[in-house]
């Protein structure tokens, strides 16, 4: 099975500052590798994902995200974040075949301050 | 409508009721997920169902019931819950096998559950 590991569950980080928010996982196959964003009672909506290709992937909202195979990282990144930012943010993993499950990380709570 | 539906979105219901959650997924998918998620907890797979047959069971206790009457229908019935069930349940759809491998999971909005 895979893992996947947020290393930080909050970040607080003030209104226009960049931000990056941590995830590594553990798979010995290839995986397809995603972003969500939750809002408060809302459920969980897709930013961005990897398959294959450009390492950097780009979201909504202005994300990004660096897929690094050596370190099994995928880091996400907003150069300048706004208050409406804040929201809980999942790593997942899904490996690249039939019937791969999708597996979350713990979640990290990005606060955006005035 | 477009996407997963959850309703209702807010629930309160007493420890000796009996009560539905329901999902409806309108992407044509074949696989169809109950997720339980509690303030400071990571998010807890419940059931999964695949080609409308239960998958998988997390330990669930049993006072939590899933149904799936079609792939685009998924209910959870629930009856003589406690307290600590109080929590965000949600539904989430995708798609098995494939190209659809590439694509993540769909969530629905949610049902608030507050159980008293």
């Known amino acids: 099975a895979q893992s996947v590991t947020q290393l930080d569950s909050q970040v607080p980080v003030f209104e226009e500052a960049p931000v990056e928010l941590r995830c590594n996982y553990s798979?010995?196959?290839?995986?397809?590798l995603f972003w969500y964003v939750q809002y408060p009672n809302q459920g969980l909506q897709l930013l961005l994902k990897?398959?294959?290709?450009?390492?950097l992937v780009k979201g909504i909202n202005g994300f990004e995200a660096e897929f690094n195979k050596s370190q099994t990282s995928f880091h996400l990144r907003k150069p300048s974040v706004h208050i409406s930012d804040t929201a809980e943010y999942f790593c997942?993993?899904?490996?690249?075949?039939?019937?791969?499950?999708?597996?979350f990380g713990r979640g990290t709570q990005l606060t955006v301050w005035p | 409508e477009t996407g997963v539906t959850q309703t209702p979105r807010h629930l309160v219901m007493g420890m000796t009721n009996k009560k539905s959650l329901k999902c409806e997924q309108h992407?044509?998918?074949?696989?169809m997920y109950w997720y339980k998620q509690s303030a400071k907890k990571p998010l807890e797979l419940m059931f999964v169902?695949?080609?409308?047959?239960?998958?998988e069971n997390n330990s669930v206790p049993s006072r939590f019931s899933p149904e799936c009457p079609n792939s685009s229908h998924l209910f959870l019935h629930l009856h003589t819950l406690q307290p600590e069930d109080s929590a965000l349940y949600l539904c989430?759809?995708?798609?098995?096998?494939?190209?659809?491998?590439?694509?993540?999971?769909?969530f629905g909005s949610g049902t608030r559950l507050t159980v008293v």
């Open positions: 989430a759809s995708s798609q098995d096998g494939g190209t659809g491998v590439q694509d993540g999971y769909t």
């Open positions: 169902y695949s080609l409308e047959e239960r998958v």
């Open positions: 990897y398959l294959s290709g450009s390492t």
């Open positions: 992407l044509g998918h074949n696989a």
């Open positions: 798979s010995s196959v290839s995986v397809y």
């Open positions: 997942a993993v899904r490996r690249g075949s039939t019937l791969g499950r999708l597996y």
